[in-house]
């Protein structure tokens, strides 16, 4: 009995240890994406088996939502031979007759992780990614590496060699320019979009499975393009572009290499960013709607439906609301640009520069009468608008605005131009505008609440203001479903507060008169007309001057009160 229950308890241990050891190694099939999870201070094997003869190299990609895992050649990570991301992968050239092959997954800081990953085989005619590396630590490195800040993303990759036999010397890199080394190939750029307002994991993971090789990537994701013009990198371009930054948008940047000559490719590692921190407890991806933010787009979305439908009529609040835009807009931009204050305290003194804007605007009608001025004002932010719409098209990547002069000189040509319709049709040009810019303002103010493409309308344009390295940025964004929705929005708030403000104003004059011009004409006719009893009544400087006379004078002394005797 005791015999039995100790090799029960050796047999017990054995099956212990072997499933130990099947958790810390993992066997890959080519092709297929398997799960793996790394544990607490432990390392996890990697193996592919049964390799075909006609396989070349083989990438190794592994992704994680958002923490970084160290993949390595070796069991012990070393310089040169291990790349730590949150994308991270490895290609390895193989030797002839090699048919195993194995890799090591840990984390950094030690902690356990889980990702997803795949193998994907490549043949000797089809380019080797990153095989003519210059710059990164890995000799063949076909990572795509990424940054980004508030304003742009950006990524860079190594160049990719022509391919190899197994066991063969690689081409060289920078031997000859001609059409038998790598200067033929050609490399393609797409971006993936993940749904708006999803960051979770199984958004991510659907994301990465549906971009993992050459042909799902061409199928799945949107080619970067200059004006519907499939646009692609020779070797002789810089293998660095820079995009749009849009905090919270999941998306999914990946690049294919093709061989023109023996019509193959190869796919770089795919890399995800949501231009935001998940690890920051501050400006994170958690926490981008501020509640600042909220309460100040909430006060002028309000004030924008109300300029879209009575703008017109209530010609003082119109003017204090576009005065408020016209300044807020600016005053930002310059603060931002010169000072490194905090958001919320740039946010109130922008809030409080526009009400001194406003103020300003309807103090300026109200003591000089000037319709036209006011309203070609209203026509430049109408004007500011449309030019930051036609730069928010396909338009907007054409290399030549890539030129900050050019770029500005067209843009100010747009905005200019739109207010001279206003000289001409000066009441319908000011309804258009409050109907166009009060549903826009209406958009923004969904836009604190939940995610939505066109608020880059503007915001792309302030980003341009703000940062000099923008304008070599692609700005081209995604228009989900939300987005359509907003646009129908826009377009049913614009054409129905046009359509009323023009029913509703058409038996009035055209603008209301100025208060105090109006004060003046009554003041002359006053003073002509000597029928009117007004006429004969002091002016008001003269009666005040009077009534304080009065209040200063000394009472003279009464004297004798009695009656005189007859």
């Known amino acids: 009995m005791p015999l039995k229950r100790e090799c029960l ?13 099947d958790e810390n190694r993992v066997v890959f099939s080519l092709g297929k994406f398997q799960n793996v999870s790394v544990p607490v201070n432990g390392t996890v094997q990697v193996v592919i088996s049964r390799i075909p003869p006609d396989v070349s190299f083989i990438t190794l990609q ?33 030797l002839p007759n090699q048919s195993t092959l194995s890799w090591f997954l840990q984390t950094p800081d030690g902690n356990s992780v889980a990702g997803i990953g795949v193998m994907l085989p490549y043949m000797s005619a089809d380019p080797v990614p990153g095989a003519c590396n210059q710059e990164f630590p890995l000799d063949i490195d ?16 190594a160049p990719a060699n022509i391919g190899y036999t197994r ?42 499975e549906r971009v993992a090789n050459v042909e799902n990537i061409q199928d799945n994701s949107r080619k970067v393009c200059l004006v519907f013009q499939v646009m692609s990198l020779s070797s002789h371009d810089q293998t660095q572009l820079s995009f749009n930054s849009l905090p919270g948008q999941g998306v999914i940047f990946s690049v294919v290499v093709r061989d023109p000559v023996f019509n193959t490719s190869a796919s770089y590692i795919p890399v995800h960013t949501y231009a935001c921190s998940f690890n920051s407890t ?18 002028i979305g309000v004030a924008g439906l109300f300029v879209c439908f009575l703008g ?35 946010l109130a003194l922008t809030a409080v520069m526009g009400v001194v804007g406003g103020v300003v605007l309807v103090m300026s009608w109200w003591r000089f009468g000037s319709v036209m001025v006011c309203v070609l004002v ?37 905005m200019v131009v739109v207010p001279l ?66 646009i129908t929005l826009w377009v049913v708030l614009g054409i129905s507060g046009i359509v009323v403000q023009l029913y509703r104003e058409r038996s009035h004059p055209f603008f209301p008169p100025s208060p105090y011009v109006m004060w003046k004409q009554e003041r002359e006719r006053r003073k002509t007309n000597v029928l009117d009893p007004s006429y004969h009544k002091p002016s008001l400087p003269a009666r005040i001057l009077n009534r304080v006379r009065q209040l200063t004078r000394r009472t003279e002394p009464a004297g004798e009160s009695t009656p005189l005797l007859l």
Not at 172 to 195: E, H, K
Not at 286 to 297: A, D, I
């Open 9 to 21: 308890l050796l047999f017990m241990s054995w099956l212990g240890s072997l499933r130990a050891q």
């Open 62 to 94: 592994f992704h994680t939502p958002h923490r970084n895992v160290t993949l390595s050649y070796t069991q012990a990570p070393v310089y040169g031979q291990s790349v730590t991301a949150a994308d991270a992968g490895l290609l390895s050239a193989l």
């Open 142 to 157: 076909p990572n795509i590496y990424l940054q980004y800040n508030l304003f742009e993303t950006t990524i860079s990759f």
């Open 167 to 208: 066991g063969g010397t690689p081409p060289a890199c920078d031997v000859g320019t001609d059409a038998s080394t790598r200067w033929r190939l050609v490399y393609d750029v797409y971006q993936f979009f993940l749904p708006e307002g999803d960051q979770s994991e199984q958004s991510l993971i659907s994301g990465v």
């Open 282 to 299: 501050l400006d994170g991806c958690s926490t981008l709607g501020r509640v600042s933010t909220k309460v100040f787009f909430t006060v």
């Open 312 to 346: 017109h009529r209530f010609f003082k609040c119109e003017l204090f609301c576009m005065g408020f835009a016209f300044m807020a807009f600016f005053f930002f931009v310059l603060i931002t640009s010169t000072t490194a204050l905090e958001y919320n305290i740039r």
């Open 378 to 414: 209203v026509g430049l932010i109408l004007g500011f608008l449309v030019s930051s719409i036609v730069f928010f098209t396909p338009l907007g990547d054409l290399p030549v605005f890539h030129n900050d002069v050019v770029f500005w000189v067209v843009f100010t040509c747009i």
């Open 421 to 486: 319709f206003f000289i001409r049709w000066p009441r319908e040009g000011n309804i258009t505008t409050c109907g166009v810019v009060g549903a826009y303002v209406v958009v923004l103010t969904v836009n604190a609440y939940t995610y939505t493409s066109l608020s880059y309308i503007t915001l792309d344009v302030l980003k341009r203001f703000l940062n000099h390295n923008f304008s070599r940025a692609f700005i081209s964004v995604p228009l989900q479903d939300i987005d359509f929705i907003m």
